[in-house]
């Protein structure tokens, strides 16, 4: 299976800003790898497509994004990068979580200097609420990472040019708290006020 473009621009024309959120596995022969893979759950392979030419069209069209836990493997992937299927299977990769037991696993992530994200949270760590078990393996095309777990995976990052960026945990769950959190929401808005 191979996953085709999908026409977006119809959904993008009624948006200022996009919003990428979580949800079950990408398809892993979107980014080359074994479908064969066990703990694999929720593929949507129609939803692949969509989301994967939607990111595209966005980037193209300078449309302000913001790719949150499945959202941020769907932007990797568009930009031909590629996944872990199973972080476990991950020699030195700690614990991030279980989709699908709804409990969360906090973590810090440390932030890079002049990055996108340190502007939008005005934070250089951050904690994240996590519950996903793949993770960011090779960079897609023109993707820089912006921040990372102790183990050293890949928590977040954005597009060099645009406004596009994309975390692998869920600032949903403590923004209400958390300034920094909100701050990622407010920074969307504000950008997609501009578009």
Sequence with gaps: MTCPDDDPEEAL?????????????????????????????GIETDRDAFEIALVRAAERDGIPTLAICRGIQVLNVAFGGSLHPHLPDVEGIGVHGEPLSGAPVPHDVKLAAGSRITEATAADMISGSSHHHQGIDALGQGLVPTGWTEDGLVESLELEAGWVLGVQWHPEET????????GLFDALVRRAGRS
């Design 13 to 41: 024309a009624l948006v200022d800003g996009l919003l990428l959120i979580g949800g079950g596995d990408v398809e892993p022969s979107c980014y080359g790898a074994d479908p064969a893979t066990p703990e694999l759950y």
């Design 175 to 182: 923004a209400a708290a958390d300034p920094a959190q909100q």
